[in-house]
């Protein structure tokens, strides 16, 4: 044993152990941490509050992306271009009675006539099967959708 007691003996108890302002003699300094949020109990909290009524940080966001750090967000005007409606022939057979109905579709004898950029669809896809003669005006069209509307008695007519 000593015969004299170590500083640090002394200052046991205290609440900065002889360093000081609170939060010295650490990694990260005085900032309570290295996040912007972090420790914002103690020295951050307006800032914190201020992002909390802001929306940040978002609770969902972090089990979106885990990672949090990696990847690139393309604006959103550039996904708009990108983006094509589409809808599959057996949405159309299924509909085609209640777009006649809210005059988006017109019926002569036993034939439909529908022009899907009226409902903001740019292509249509050959999933299912369609029953109903229909002629189709639309920009895009997949070679299965062309084949079975033809084979139902309709007719596709591509428009860009």
């Known amino acids: 044993m000593r015969k004299y007691p170590s500083k640090i003996r002394k200052k046991r108890g205290t609440r900065v152990i002889g360093y000081g302002r609170v939060g010295q003699h650490r990694k990260a300094g005085q900032r309570a941490g290295k996040g912007k949020t972090t420790g914002w109990k103690k020295s951050n909290k307006s800032y914190f509050l201020k992002q909390q009524e802001l929306g940040f940080p978002d609770p969902d966001w972090a089990k979106l992306n885990p990672k949090n750090k990696k ?58 099967e369609i029953s109903k003669p229909i002629n189709v005006t639309v920009n895009q069209a997949s070679k299965r959708a062309i084949e079975k509307i033809e084979a139902a008695g309709g007719k596709v007519s591509l428009s860009s």
């Open 71 to 128: 990847g690139f967000k393309r604006p959103q005007d550039i996904n708009r271009i990108y983006h094509v409606n589409t809808m599959n022939i057996k949405d159309l057979d299924f509909n085609i009675e209640k777009y006649s109905q809210r005059t988006k579709a017109s019926k002569s004898g036993s034939t439909y006539t529908i022009n899907l950029n009226d409902l903001n669809i740019q292509k249509i896809l050959g999933r299912g």
